[in-house]
Every structure is written in C-alpha cells, then in structure tokens.
C-alpha cells in the first residue's frame, strides 16, 4: 500500500465501525419483550440475517424500495420459522426496529482509538448505503460523528455503492484525487471493488469473515488499520 500520497480516508459505518450485528439482536430483543414475541431470539436473528442480506441485495439494486425492505425482511423471516405474524404486528416491529436500532452506540473494539490516531493525519469521511436520519443518529449516540468531516449517504447521492457516482462524487466533494484516497468497509463488493475500480485504495475489514482474496489487505480487527495507515 502506497500511503505516501494519502491524504482522506473514506469509512463504511456498519459493519465496519458501528457493530451492526450487536445492536440489531439488541434492538430485537427489546422488541420482542415489549411486544410478547414468543420466539426465541437466536432461531429468529439465524434466519433474519440471510434474509436481511439478500433484501439488502435487492435493495442496492434498486428492485425494491426502503418500505419493502423493511417490511418483507420481516416477514420472511416469520414465514421461515413457520409463524403466522399479522401484517399489522409486522408494521409495529418495523417501526419500532428503526426507532430504537440507532439509540445503541456499540462499536467494534479499538474503533475510537482508531479513529483518534487517524484524525490526526488524515481528513475523514463516511460512505454508507444506509437510511440517512438513521445513520446520523448512530454516529451520534457512540459518540465518533465528532471524528468526520463529512458523512455521504446514498440518498444524498440517489446512488448506492458500489456504484461509481457515489465514489466519484465524494472524491469531488472532498477535492481528494483517487490516489490520495482508501476506502475502509467490510463488503468485498460493495465497498472494496467499488472504490478500487475509481482507482482508490482499499483495506477490507472482513468482519463477516468472507472468503479471502488478494484485491487488497484484508484486516480481521479494526485496529490493525494502524499496521498500514
């Protein structure tokens, strides 16, 4: 990795800072207490995840929309489990899961640590396809929003990585040439492949312990960013 020319550092938020698979099983457990769900957490959160991956799929893609998502995530993963939940319940808990998924601030461990030294040198900034005023409330409640300089969502774009305009526009935004610039996710595709194709550098976080590959460093702890930054 060349870091002699690197100036801007661009960072996915779940996955990759913010630790998305505690929050959400956090976030259902208290649903399904409020609510008297009675299923048990882990069977529900084993099927959801796929599931909530492959909508996430569709999503990026643009074949369905935010509503859809939300919804029919959900809903499949009852019918997966054999549970008859009304349409009506299944709203309740959508609302609820994104009223309460951004209120918890766990991120994964080393990441404010990270996050000090790198400020210091570089310009940092976010590129997430996540919902707007809920990655925003995320950044907020775990306390590192203070340690960006810009946070760029595919809404703001009306592009989703790994699509080259969301890549291309941040770089403009942030008057960054390609070659001064690493983009740090954990989505080989979405983020690694996405930005490397504009001509930036890339760390793979692989906190979804993926297959590995040699586009670029994989890292297995946030921290070992600071091995090559």
Known sequence: ??????????????HTLWDFERNSKLTFQKIFSELKINIPLEHFIKNYKPINLSMWKKYRKN???????????????????????????INNISKLY???LSS???????TI???????????????????????????????????????????????KKPHPLIFKKALEITDT??????????????????SMQQGMQAIHFNSNKDPLHNHCIIIDNIDEILNFI
């Open 104 to 110: 918890y601030p766990h991120l994964f461990p080393g």
């Open 113 to 159: 640590n990270v996050l000090n030294e790198l400020s210091d040198k570089y310009n940092l900034h976010i590129i997430t396809n996540g919902f707007k005023n809920i990655q925003y409330k995320k950044l907020e409640s775990s306390g590192i929003v203070k340690f960006f300089k810009n946070v760029f969502t595919s809404e703001d774009f009306g592009y």
């Open 63 to 89: 074949i369905i929309s935010q509503e859809e998502l939300r919804y029919v995530r959900l809903k499949k993963t009852f019918e997966s489990l054999n549970k008859t939940i009304e349409p009506n319940i």
């Open 98 to 100: 994104i009223d309460y």
């Open 177 to 194: 040439s390609p070659s001064s610039a690493i983009m740090i996710g954990d989505s080989l595709e979405v983020d690694i492949l996405g």
């Open 1 to 14: 990795m060349n870091n002699s020319l690197v100036t801007d550092l661009f960072f996915d938020l779940d």
